[in-house]
């Protein structure tokens, strides 16, 4: 691995590159099928999509990390065998990206002969301090390199050492030019197992729809509705992009300008998914709702503590606290507008050649949190939700994505990656929720205590995870260390808050303790 630097001076090592024909020669002097060879060469026809290749500028040059851990230690050679057949009959995961010097530099898709010793990596671990902060500090220097461009562009850490969590971790990281989030978690999950069924593919809770198109009398004023909400949410997503800040806060004080990111720092903690059904069902809300109320309150309890460091402590309440008034804190929410070809379409893909939807299609919406405590800590649920039903009114997304489309056809992909950073350096923070599976599940065969993905390479100084597993919630939180010091601290805001909000909807009886269906 390399440290990280532009995208020019990382692929000037790449030529010569193997080209169609010397690739043709190759697969018949292997004694492969013609129609073989056609394959490959149409594959390696297919050009990067506009917006892997805003993944590839300096400033947006951003890797998906997939934390496991495991109920045993971890055979590599098992690893390996299995990923022959799996991820590697992905073509992202089995293809280089290139330069075409015919074409001004347009980068391709190049199908290559992958040799896993160079994906799978098995470093050799010294505990100094603990286990735990072992492996978080060899998650942590991973943000402070990539990957070789001369191979494709993911890797396996395999950590066989002993955590309060597991008997050991897997780290998969990828290049986010790979892929959209939502579709990389989603062949992560492809790969996996039900522990009681090993045969069948894990379970993903159904998504039910809410707020049906209305009819008759009421359909008029909702689509004047939807129609001004996303005139109002189009104009913040361009006044974001020219000129309108988030306050500064310590949440983003250590925002870096110019593209330059620093190292990131990941941590997570488990909470347990029945807290948060039972604050569900008590409010009559959603699982979504619920853990952005927890991070609403949360981050206003991190900022409390924050701003009163050089005071006395004599307690807080809603009227008087730390807080400064007005905070202007919004999270950029990126959203995947291609429709997910879902877990079963890509586990048939992986093993039958079926094609499934794949590629990056994303479009924003800017989500604000009002920032304050509160006496009643249920305001924090009632009002986040309030926000989101109205956002859910709305068509940012798609028409966010419009735009950045449009800004990618008319002026390149640097200026349309330089817009994405706009918007994501003029806003706090990043939320992302995924849905997980409902049973005990196996990666290769090897039981999974916890999933936690996350991302780098973003110029936020702070994104959260969150991701469902087998009545369990973890939360995963990305961090730049010059911007919180106290990555812990803000992990203990959000499980107090959870606590916090769980014994107020018990004490008012409006849900039973066992309630969590």
Not at 82 to 98: A, C, D, E, Y
Not at 162 to 170: G, L, M, P, V
Not at 443 to 466: C, E, K, N, R, S
Request: proline share 5%; glycine share 6%; aromatic share 6%.
């Amino acid at each position: 691995m390399e440290p990280v630097d532009d995208l020019e001076s990382r692929q000037q090592a790449l030529e010569p590159i193997q080209t169609k024909r010397s690739a043709a020669r190759e697969v018949e002097g292997n004694g492969e099928k013609p129609e073989d060879i056609e394959e490959l060469l149409l594959e390696e026809e297919e050009a990067l999509s506009p917006v892997a290749r805003i993944f590839h500028e300096p400033c947006l040059n951003v890797y998906v990390l997939a934390i496991s851990g495991f109920k045993t230690r971890i055979d590599v050679d098992v690893v390996k065998a299995n990923l022959g057949h799996t991820l590697l009959k992905h073509p992202r995961f089995s293809s280089l990206q290139v330069k075409d010097m015919k074409k001004d530099g347009e980068m391709k898709w190049v199908h290559t002969k992958v040799d896993l010793d160079k994906h799978v990596i098995v470093p050799r671990l010294h505990t100094i301090d603990s286990p735990d902060k072992t492996v978080e500090d060899y998650i942590s220097n991973l943000s402070i390199t990539s990957i070789d461009f001369s191979k494709p562009l993911w890797e396996l850490h395999i950590l066989n050492i002993k955590t309060s969590d597991a008997e050991s971790i897997i780290v998969l990281r990828i290049h986010h030019s790979l892929g959209d989030g939502m579709s990389l978690m989603s062949l992560v999950l492809a790969c996996t197992r039900q522990i009681s069924n090993p045969e069948a593919l894990p379970t993903l809770p159904v998504k039910k729809t809410s707020n049906p198109d209305p009819v008759n009398s009421g359909r008029i004023w909702w689509t004047i509705q939807l129609i001004w909400n996303t005139i109002i949410d189009v104009l913040m997503f361009v006044a974001t992009t020219l000129f309108l800040k988030d306050t500064k806060t310590p949440l983003n004080s250590g925002q870096k300008k110019g593209g330059v990111v620093g190292p990131r720092r990941f941590v997570y903690r488990t909470v347990s998914l029945d807290d948060i059904r039972l604050i569900k069902n008590g409010m009559k809300t959603t699982i979504n709702d619920v853990v952005m109320g927890v991070s609403l309150a949360g981050l206003s309890r991190y900022l409390n503590r924050r701003y009163g460091e050089a005071k006395e402590d004599k307690g807080a309440t809603e009227k008087k606290n730390n807080l400064p008034k007005n905070i202007r804190l919004r999270a950029t929410l990126i959203m995947n507008v291609r429709p997910s070809s879902g877990i079963h379409g890509l586990a048939e893909m992986m093993e039958k050649g079926s094609k499934a939807k794949w590629g990056n299609k994303i479009g924003f919406v800017l989500l604000p949190f009002n920032i304050a405590l509160r006496d009643d800590p249920l305001d924090y649920v009632r009002q986040i939700k309030a926000t989101i039903d109205r956002k859910k009114h709305s068509h940012e997304a798609m028409l966010t994505f419009f735009i950045i489309k449009m800004v990618l056809k008319l002026f390149g992909t640097k200026t349309a990656a330089f817009l994405l950073h706009r918007v994501v350096n003029h806003t706090t923070t990043c939320f992302s929720n995924i849905v997980g599976p409902v049973e005990e599940i196996s990666f290769f065969g090897y039981p999974m205590v916890f999933i936690a993905p996350t991302v780098y390479g973003q110029p936020h100084g702070l994104m959260i995870h969150f991701l469902s597993y087998n009545n369990k919630m973890t939360l995963v939180f990305s961090i730049d260390e010059d911007t919180i010091p106290n990555p812990h601290q803000l992990c203990d805001d959000f499980e107090a808050s959870i606590k916090l909000i769980k014994d107020v909807v018990i004490a008012r009886g409006l849900v039973k303790e066992n309630s969590t269906k």
